[in-house]
């Protein structure tokens, strides 16, 4: 494929990826209004954002391998057609049962679209800059989707109703499958060669669903509550069956070899990581400017725009810096970024301002967040072959949804623990809370510093001088 054409290519994949976060950011601003509008109770409410979280994260993971096994293109457009017609459903739900269906098989489509997005990214770019600032767009379009969409989604909840945010998801899923096939590259996949793990799929896909459940549920249920106890300990039970079939089966949907590899491994905790420890910021700043400060709903949206513009400017200067500081330099300039600007959150107050307290820490993590994505998604993809492009996609999603939700929960309830702990009065209890939990994730993040400085990216091949062959090479530690 020429230039041109893979630089277009990424740029309808960056879009599907504005879309996605768009989508998760929007459910939220516009969740009070469904409320109101189906006359739902908080607890189904809850269960409108959940059921698309658990959908999703379960989903990954096998949307990765059926990319590489179905072919990326088939399955990128089956998941913009899934969502797209899920969000239709969505918006014309009249009760809560067929809301909260609509939003899982949302969660259905989005996972194969991202998974299936990412793939082809990696199969269009082979690794060296290109690579880099074709994932550096990819981070930016991610924080742009989830700012843009604050304010959109009290734009549209605002004018246009909650139905509105749903029916953008048709007009959008629409847009981007009719150019896709003329733009993306296609392929038939190896399934027919390598046959499917039937077992392994229905395990590993159950248990991590059920994981997914346990983690948003206990946010109501409580992390000691029965339900919570039973339904992770199943997802451990399940979990564990699958890596017991996944040795046995001939074609493994995650095969133990690409599992043992070190810098594979080390980057998807550290993608997990970084998730835990920023991705509850944007929750908990809306909350604290909207609960606090007394900004309206779009006000606390525009608010992070600020923080976007310098994802984007960060973002396209991440091949350069990677190239002068190499990956592990500026993975760990990037968790310790994350790690300061969450600490310099935790000093907010209940008579603070906005451009006091919260405009310079979310400007430092605008500059950490390309930073800490681009480099976890390079490091989980180095010694990757083309195909298991899909996997690699499944694997650093499944790991980068799954820190965001444990993050949020983790954090949200510190917030939660905290304020009610409280005696202060209600706008300092609900700071001191905010403040806990951003501690919290400062810490993180400084954990984040400690494991980024043991990478040690794999070595490429070289060639060996007399017999032309392929041998093992050693990479200076960058």
Do not use: K
């Not at 592990?328 to 907010?348: D, E, H, Y």
Request: net charge neutral; hydrophobic share 55%; aromatic share 6%.
């Amino acid at each position: 494929m020429r230039s041109a054409d893979r630089w277009r290519a990424l740029a309808l994949l960056a879009c599907t990826q504005f879309v996605l976060l768009l989508d998760t950011s929007i459910i939220n601003v516009a969740a009070p209004s469904i409320g109101d509008g189906l006359d739902i109770s908080p607890a189904e409410l809850s269960w409108v954002a959940n059921a698309y979280l658990v959908s999703f994260g379960g989903l990954l993971l096998l949307s990765g391998r059926a990319a590489d096994l179905l072919g990326r293109r088939r399955v990128f457009l089956a998941g913009l057609g899934v969502l797209s017609a899920a969000s239709l459903l969505g918006a014309l739900a009249d009760n809560a049962a067929l809301l909260i269906t609509s939003r899982a098989v949302q969660g259905v489509g989005a996972a194969m679209a991202a998974a299936a997005a990412f793939a082809l990214v990696l199969s269009l770019f082979p690794d060296g800059p290109e690579r880099h600032r074709a994932l550096g767009v990819f981070a930016a379009m991610a924080g742009a989707g989830g700012a843009v969409g604050t304010v959109l989604g009290g734009v549209l909840t605002s004018w246009l109703g909650w139905e509105s945010t749903f029916a953008l998801n048709v007009l959008a899923g629409v847009a981007l499958m009719v150019p896709a096939p003329r733009l993306l590259p296609g392929g038939a996949g190896a399934g027919r060669e390598q046959g499917f793990d039937v077992p392994g799929a229905i395990a590993g896909t159950a248990g991590l669903a059920l994981l997914a459940y346990a983690v948003v549920n206990a946010g109501e249920a409580g992390w000691r509550s029965t339900a919570t106890l039973a339904t992770g300990g199943a997802a451990v039970v399940l979990l564990v069956l699958f890596a017991l079939v996944e040795r046995r089966v001939a074609h493994p949907l995650v095969p133990p070899a690409v599992l043992r590899r070190p810098t594979l491994r080390l980057a998807n905790i550290l993608a997990a990581l970084w998730q835990m420890s920023l991705f509850p910021m944007f929750f908990l700043v809306s909350l604290y400017l909207q609960a606090v400060l007394g900004h309206e709903a779009v006000l606390g949206g525009l608010a992070l725009l600020p923080l976007c513009v310098v994802v984007i400017a960060v973002a396209s200067l991440a091949d350069r810096l990677i190239g002068r500081f190499g990956l592990r330099g500026v993975m760990t300039a990037g968790f310790a970024l994350v790690a300061a600007g969450m600490a310099g959150l935790s000093r907010i107050s209940a008579d603070g301002s906005f451009a006091a307290d919260v405009l310079p820490s979310t400007l430092v993590l605008g500059v950490a967040l390309p930073l800490v994505s681009i480099t976890t998604n390079v490091a989980a993809t180095l010694d990757t072959r083309q195909d298991e492009a899909g996997l690699a996609s499944g694997l650093v999603n499944t790991s980068l949804q799954f820190g965001s939700v444990i993050g949020l929960a983790v954090l949200s309830g510190v917030a939660a623990a905290r304020t009610n702990a409280s005696t202060a009065a209600h706008d300092t209890a609900l700071t001191d809370g905010f403040g806990a939990a951003f501690l919290v994730g400062a810490a993180l993040a400084v954990l984040g510093v400690l494991l980024s400085l043991r990478l040690r990216p794999p070595a490429p091949p070289r060639q060996d001088t007399e017999t032309g062959t392929a041998v093992a090479g050693e990479r200076a530690v960058p």
